[in-house]
Structures are given as structure tokens and as C-alpha cells.
Nanobody
Framework: QVQLVESGGGSVQAGGSLGLSCVAS????????LGWFRQIPGYNRQAVAT????????YYGGFVRGRFTISRDIAKNTLFLQMSSLEPEDSATYYC?????????????????????WGQGTQVTVSS
């Protein structure tokens, strides 16, 4: 089974930028949803950004407001999340996820329960 490994988290001041990477140990099949989720202690895990292997138009959570960009390097089996203009409210554990989910579901606020593959998470801390 494909495994996902995130990297790139860390600490940054408000207004700064961070880039997250997620490497898959194998080839991601067709018709898969790939995405980034985040979880703040005491809150549910929420979708940050998702893309679908069959559709290039990504989904972004409403709180992103144009500050984040999700992308994918197919040849390197790697998913990226570039974050800029970070705010303290963005502090969370960020998870990479993948699953066989239809594009219509993947690209419209997917639930974390929709995706079955998860990385271990990487911490992002934004200080004011």
C-alpha cells in the first residue's frame, strides 16, 4: 500500500511563508483525490486544499483566501502546499491525504473520512 510522508513544517512569524511536501512511496492511481488537511487540537480535521488526478482545478478551504497553492509533481510522486501570508490561526498539524474519491466529491469540501491514506502529519506554528 502506498505510504505518504510529509515534510516542511516548522515555525514562522505571521506574514511569512512555508512550503510543505508529501512524497508517496508508490505511484498514485488514476481517479484519486489528493489533498492537505489540518487539525488544531480540540477541533475537527478540515480540508485545506485538494486536487484530483482527473481534474486540474483545485479546491481550497474558505479560510485560504488565495494564500495557499496546492500542486503536484507526478514524476516525483510528490504533492506540495505552498503557504504564504501565514496567520497565527494557521497553526496546526498539517496532513497529506489520498484516496479513491470522485472528482465531484474531492473538489467540494471533502470530509477527511473520504480519504483512506494519511501521512503522519507535520506541525506548522505561526507566531504573532
Amino acid at each position: 500500500q502506498v505510504q505518504l510522508v510529509e515534510s516542511g513544517g516548522g515555525s514562522v512569524q505571521a506574514g511569512g511563508s512555508l512550503g510543505l511536501s508529501c512524497v508517496a512511496s508508490g505511484i498514485i492511481p488514476d481517479n484519486y483525490c489528493l489533498g492537505w488537511f489540518r487539525q488544531i487540537p480540540g477541533y475537527n480535521r478540515q480540508a485545506v486544499a485538494t486536487i484530483h488526478t482527473e481534474n486540474g482545478s483545485p479546491y481550497y478551504g474558505g479560510f485560504v483566501r488565495g494564500r495557499f497553492t496546492i500542486s503536484r509533481d507526478i514524476a516525483k510522486n510528490t504533492l506540495f502546499l505552498q503557504m504564504s501570508s501565514l496567520e497565527p490561526e494557521d497553526s496546526a498539524t498539517y496532513y497529506c491525504a489520498a484516496g479513491r474519491v470522485a472528482a465531484s466529491r474531492c473538489l467540494s469540501a471533502p470530509s477527511p473520512h473520504d480519504l483512506g491514506l494519511w501521512g503522519q502529519g507535520t506541525q506548522v506554528t505561526v507566531s504573532s
